[in-house]
C-alpha cells in the first residue's frame, strides 16, 4: 500500500491510477465541503469534480509543507464560492442592528443530520458566511476579502443566519416534544 506522499508524487509525475486512489480517499470529505456551500446536491457534484480537475492540474504546486487536504479543501472551498461568484452573485445583507437571543436550552440534542439541513436551507447569503465563519473557522475580516463584503455585514449575515437556525431548532423541538 503506497503512502500519500508516495500518492502525491505519482500525481505530480501524471499516473492516472494515483490519481483514482486519490480521488477515492478525498472525495467524501471534500464533496461534504461542496454541499456546505452549494444549493444542492447536483451543483454540489459539479464543483467535486471542478475542484477535482483543479487539484491535479495544481497538485505541482503543493510542496509538501502543511496538511494535504487542508491545501485541498482551501481549492474546494475557494472553486465553490468562485462557481457562486460566476452563476449568482451574493446579494449580502447590510448590517443589521443586533438580535435579541433566543432561549435554547444547551443541553439539547439535535441529530446532525437534521442540523445540516437546516444549515442547508439558510438564504445563500447567510449559509456561505456562516459556514466560512463556523465551519472554517474564518474571521469576519478574511471572510470580508474573501465575498467582497465589509467586515460589519459579514457580522450580521452571521447573525441572522444564527438567528433563523435558532428560530427552525426551536420550531424542531417543539414538534419533537
Known amino acids: 500500500m503506497c503512502n500519500l506522499e508516495q500518492i502525491i508524487d ?8 494515483a490519481a483514482e486512489k486519490l480521488y477515492k480517499m478525498y472525495s467524501a470529505k471534500m464533496f461534504a465541503i461542496c454541499l456546505r456551500y452549494s444549493q444542492n446536491r447536483m451543483d454540489a457534484e459539479d464543483t ?8 491535479f492540474d495544481s497538485i505541482k504546486q503543493y ?3 502543511g496538511s494535504f487536504e487542508g491545501w485541498m479543501k482551501r481549492i474546494f472551498i475557494n472553486m ?11 446579494l449580502l445583507m447590510d448590517e443589521l442592528p443586533d438580535t435579541e437571543d433566543t432561549d435554547i436550552e444547551e443541553d439539547v440534542e439535535i441529530p446532525m ?9 439558510l438564504p445563500e447569503k447567510y449559509r456561505m458566511v456562516f459556514n466560512l465563519y463556523v465551519m472554517e473557522d474564518m474571521t469576519h475580516k478574511d471572510i470580508a476579502n474573501k465575498l467582497g463584503i465589509t467586515e460589519g455585514t459579514s457580522k450580521s449575515n452571521l447573525a441572522r443566519a444564527r438567528e433563523i437556525l435558532k428560530r427552525k431548532v426551536k420550531e424542531y423541538l417543539g414538534h419533537e416534544q
Not at 505519482?10 to 491510477?17: A, H, L, S, V
Not at 465553490?80 to 451574493?90: A, D, G, I, M, W
Open 63 to 65: 510542496s509538501g509543507k
Open 48 to 55: 467535486l469534480q471542478d475542484g477535482f480537475i483543479k487539484v
Open 10 to 17: 505519482q500525481c505530480k509525475k501524471g499516473d492516472n491510477r
Open 80 to 90: 465553490s464560492l468562485e462557481k457562486h461568484r460566476k452563476e449568482q452573485p451574493l
Open 113 to 121: 443530520n437534521v442540523l445540516e439541513r437546516f444549515i442547508q436551507e
